[in-house]
């Protein structure tokens, strides 16, 4: 994964940004009403979705076996039975990352090494998850723990209240002393679109969180009322765009919440490989934040191998 210094802050940067509203609505329905991939050019997107998948439990009675579970799945996210009929079992499919509380961060590394997937990342949600309400101090002794744990990736909240009211230096530097507290571990900023109350807030929030050196931006906690979704997600990418043309740093995009389908999936992936390039579909620059996705990209696998579609009986859970 790239990391992204960042710059300075530069209020320029941010003004004189109009959305088009009706024009990013319908290019976000033309991503899913005129394009898809069928058959073997399907089953090898849904593959490579697999890998970009932050594979997450984020739930109050999270214990350690079913992190372990986690981990295990992780590791062998699809039969092995299918990917041999596809003739692919050498390629050793994994999961991009599991992201879990930074209590259970130990516990991901712990089981992850004893089964030799170490080389799986471990995500690790920080800064008062989901709300973003906690004293900066201790957002930021949040992240150090978790980076103490052994976290390689740190997905943060940004504080909504500087976006709401426009403190854009405020939401900088907030966002840059995170920076500082993941040392070598990547950062994820989430924006929490659904609660930012208008798409030019949500360009300039992206623009933001990258100047002060976010390594990928994230549309959404899973928690809010509206989570990801494409017309929000255009207008990320686009700002990712915008930043890239005038850095040369490559930007990571990763939408979470609501994202259970391999139909869903596979428009996301469309979205990046068109607005973005090839670059944005490797699990490098860009992950899917899901817990049931996973089973459905794996009944789609299962009929394409077989012909039918499985049984609950016949899939381990995702």
């Given amino acids: 994964m790239t990391t992204n210094v960042g710059r300075d802050f530069d209020e320029s940067w941010l003004?004189?940004?109009?959305?088009?509203?009706?024009?990013?609505?319908?290019?976000?329905?033309?991503?899913?009403?005129r394009r898809t991939v069928k058959k073997q050019w399907q089953a090898a997107w849904l593959l490579r979705i697999t890998t970009c998948i932050d594979l997450t439990t984020l739930s109050g009675d999270d214990t350690p076996s079913n992190i372990q579970r986690l981990c295990c799945k992780a590791k062998h996210p699809i039969r092995y039975d299918l990917l041999a009929d596809m003739k692919v079992a050498h390629l050793d499919v994994s999961c991009g990352a599991v992201c879990v509380y930074p209590n259970r961060v130990a516990d991901c590394v712990k089981y992850l090494k004893s089964i030799g997937a170490s080389n799986i990342p471990v995500a690790s949600v920080a800064t008062g998850f989901p709300a973003g309400q906690t004293p900066l101090q201790t957002r930021l002794d949040e992240i150090r723990f978790a980076v103490s744990q052994g976290a390689q990736e740190i997905d943060v909240v940004i504080n909504r209240?500087?976006?709401?009211?426009?403190?854009?230096?405020?939401?900088?530097?907030?966002?840059?002393?995170?920076?500082?507290?993941c040392g070598d571990a990547h950062l994820k900023t989430i924006l929490a679109t659904g609660e930012l109350g208008s798409l030019v807030n949500v360009y300039k929030a992206s623009m933001v969180c990258m100047m002060a050196g976010a390594d990928f931006i994230k549309t959404s906690t899973g928690k809010e009322?509206?989570?990801a979704i494409l017309p929000v997600a255009l207008v990320m990418v686009r700002a990712i765009r915008e930043y890239f043309r005038r850095t040369g740093y490559k930007v990571g995009f990763k939408p979470a919440g609501g994202i259970r389908s391999a139909k869903d999936?596979?428009?996301?992936?469309?979205?990046?490989?068109?607005?973005?390039?090839?670059?944005?579909?490797?699990?490098?620059?860009?992950?899917?934040?899901?817990?049931?996705?996973?089973?459905?990209?794996?009944?789609?696998?299962?009929?394409?191998?077989?012909?039918?579609?499985?049984?609950?009986?016949?899939?381990?859970?995702?």
Avoid: C
């Fill in 15 to 33: 003004a004189n940004v109009h959305i088009n509203l009706p024009a990013i609505k319908r290019r976000a329905e033309s991503l899913s009403g």
């Fill in 161 to 181: 209240h500087y976006a709401l009211t426009g403190n854009w230096k405020g939401l900088y530097d907030e966002v840059r002393e995170m920076k500082i507290a």
């Fill in 265 to 318: 999936s596979l428009n996301w992936m469309i979205l990046m490989k068109e607005e973005l390039g090839d670059d944005w579909t490797k699990p490098d620059l860009f992950r899917i934040g899901a817990s049931g996705l996973l089973l459905d990209i794996e009944r789609q696998i299962f009929h394409f191998v077989t012909g039918r579609y499985a049984a609950v009986h016949e899939l381990p859970m995702a």
């Fill in 225 to 227: 009322t509206v989570n």
